[in-house]
């Protein structure tokens, strides 16, 4: 069974986070995380606009960073409005939901993260995500508010569960490795890179994007990763020894 998160990256405005909390009671998600929210969870607006949806104010979760958010997530899309930079594709609400609630082997949770109200994510954290959503406007103006994206996504999921039809006979699939067990195999691969001179500190982080995406088209399981993990340990001692 697959538990989605409503992931807000740093929500400023109360009345946003309220109404994403009522949003969460609409569509029930498994939780709603807050990555260092600008606002009190129990400001009078907050609960003004969350109506029934004030209990998921309380049960919020709370982190320092997105890394920390997702990092028990198998899957994880970012909805993002930028059309300046088209390094990697933008699909559409269906898209990457679709692929966001594919039934896959491993963790049970997936993510789906929103960012500030003023001007989203930050490239860092669009480079946690496998996807990157991005919902269609009018050309002319193409910011959307924070809680209509959330309804727009959370519908379209809704929508989404209903369709699904159980396949009994699927085949079993592979458990994908969680995003926190990527991402630390990515810091030790980064620090090997650095230390045989692969990788120079001023390019380092551009070419480790371009890693990160290709292991996320992977989506390597559990087992991939810890090999990956006990490869660049072993050239680590490897090294390590022939310099003694």
Not at 42 to 47: C, F, G, R, S, Y
Not at 179 to 203: C, I, K, M, N, R
Request: aromatic share 4%; hydrophobic share 40%; glycine share 6%.
């Amino acid at each position: 069974m697959t538990c989605l998160a409503v992931v807000l990256v740093e929500t400023a405005g109360p009345l946003n986070l309220g109404s994403v909390a009522r949003l969460c009671a609409n569509y029930e998600p498994s939780c709603l995380r807050l990555v260092n929210p600008r606002c009190e969870l129990d400001d009078p607006l907050a609960h003004l606009m969350a109506v029934h949806g004030r209990p998921w104010l309380g049960k919020a979760e709370t982190y320092g960073d997105l890394a920390a958010a997702v990092a028990d997530c198998r899957r994880v899309v970012a909805c993002s409005g930028r059309i300046e930079n088209q390094e990697r594709p933008h699909h559409s609400p269906k898209e990457a939901l679709e692929w966001l609630l594919e039934p896959q082997g491993g963790p049970s949770q997936v993510a789906l993260v929103f960012g500030r109200e003023d001007h989203g994510l930050h490239n860092n954290e669009l480079l946690l995500a496998g996807r990157l959503l991005r919902i269609p406007t009018a050309p002319t103006y193409c910011s959307l508010n924070l809680s209509h994206a959330v309804a727009i996504c959370l519908a379209e999921i809704q929508q989404l569960h209903q369709a699904q039809a159980p396949n009994p006979q699927a085949s079993p699939l592979a458990p994908l490795a969680a995003q926190g067990q990527l991402e630390q195999s990515l810091q030790d691969a980064e620090a090997l890179l650095l230390e045989v001179g692969f990788l120079y500190p001023h390019t380092a982080k551009a070419r480790m994007a371009k890693l990160r995406h290709l292991l996320l088209r992977a989506e390597p399981n559990g087992e991939e990763v810890a090999l990956l993990r006990g490869m660049v340990r072993q050239l680590r001692w490897a090294i390590g020894r022939d310099s003694g």
